[in-house]
């Protein structure tokens, strides 16, 4: 396995002042952005995208970070400083439900494709099982098992520089999928395990995209 060896001695900034040294302190105007509540501009973010990423931290102070997705619109908006984000099916991990049962804090990214802006909210976040709650998310008769109900402590919208480094969403930069193995095969080769039937890993994933999605 190849790794990487970080140089013997490195200047690491273990402080704020240290990294304002490098930096400098931010333009007037992207501090003042940051707001308490959700107003028209991030309710109307928030109504567009169809994903984002949450991330979360345990009790070992390991960062954790997790995508969501679904239809534009699927995190609901219950009043100016709350927001429900519906929990689907997934590999039952619940990395993310988890850590929020030691730490509550979570900072999450909203984007919307073909849109570079993107929004952060950060603030606190319990895990909820009320089927009343939860009625509004549903789909074909099924409801989430949980939501993640956020009590939004601050919003502010990024600049695009990221996305636009990146040309994420540019059609030229788009990578074809058969440059990488399969997951199944990716999987395979991570465990080290020679019991796994590849073509039957592919095969449970692609159905499971495709039946268990809801």
Known sequence: MDTATA????D???TESALREVYGTPNPLAAKKQLTYLDKHAKRFMELSPFLVISTQGADGLGDVSPKGDAPGF???LDDRTILI???PGNNRIDTLSNLTENTGVGILFMIPGVNETLRINGRARVIADTTMLTQFAVRDRLPKTGILVEVEEMYLHCAK???RSKLWEDDFKVERKVLPSLGQMIADQVESEEIDVAEADRRIADSE???LY
């Open 162 to 164: 990221a996305l636009v």
């Open 86 to 88: 519906p929990d689907r």
């Open 210 to 212: 495709k039946n268990k």
């Open 75 to 77: 995190v609901a908006v």
């Open 12 to 14: 690491v900034l273990e």
């Open 7 to 10: 140089p013997a001695t490195m």
